[in-house]
């Protein structure tokens, strides 16, 4: 097994072979944009220490936005995205307003029900690994990555759970932007991801 960082964020494995995208840098776009957005309605971000309803909703908003974004730049089929605790211990403006443990756990309670709804492969585990370690740890990560991505390319994709979860989070425009009814056939992210819709 070798893992190459490739890129800030990417880390290609010869054995299995895939393409682990880490979520360190989506989480510093999400930030960016919370903090942006929550300051623009409420004139301060004293508000993202409350995680009130709406500030939650901001967060899954930009949390599904970014991670789409990201998934869709990457060019090869064979590819996860890796969620687990390490976004907390980088330096990050949003660690002034609100506490780290709080955040952890709302982060990864949404993270794992977005990897459960959307039509994405997705490991999200609430543990920090060094991908570049060849410790036993890691190459049992891996080992549970692969089997991620090979249960969800056996999978027939429904957008039923992740319409849902949109509609209880107030995320309709989300819909519409990435799952449009008239714009299956055209869109790239259904030609890389969704099967059988």
């Known amino acids: 097994m ?24 989506i989480f510093e776009l999400v930030v960016i944009n919370v903090i942006n957005t929550v300051f623009n309605i409420y004139g301060d971000v004293d508000s993202i220490s409350k995680l009130n309803k709406d500030v939650k ?4 908003h930009y949390l ?21 605790t390490s976004f907390t211990t980088k330096s990050n403006e949003l660690w002034d307003y609100i506490e780290t443990e709080k955040l952890k756990r709302f982060i990864l309670k949404e993270c794992k029900a977005i990897s459960n709804k959307s039509p994405l492969p997705i490991y999200v585990e609430d543990t920090e690994i060094d ?59 259904y030609h890389k991801y969704l099967k059988g819709v």
């Open 2 to 25: 070798t893992i190459l960082k490739t890129n800030l964020d990417r880390y290609e494995c010869s054995k299995p072979k895939m393409v682990i995208i880490s979520f360190d840098s």
């Open 57 to 60: 909703r901001i967060f899954i």
């Open 64 to 84: 599904l936005e970014q991670i789409y974004k990201r998934m869709i730049l990457e060019t090869n089929k064979n590819v996860i995205l890796y969620i687990n």
């Open 131 to 189: 991908l570049t370690d060849e410790s036993g740890e890691t190459k049992e990560t891996i080992n549970k990555l692969y089997s991620t991505l090979r249960a969800f390319k056996q999978n027939v994709t429904s957008l039923r759970k992740l319409r849902k979860y949109s509609e209880d989070n107030g995320l309709l425009q989300f819909m519409d932007n990435y799952h449009h009814e008239n714009d299956y056939k055209n869109n790239m992210f």
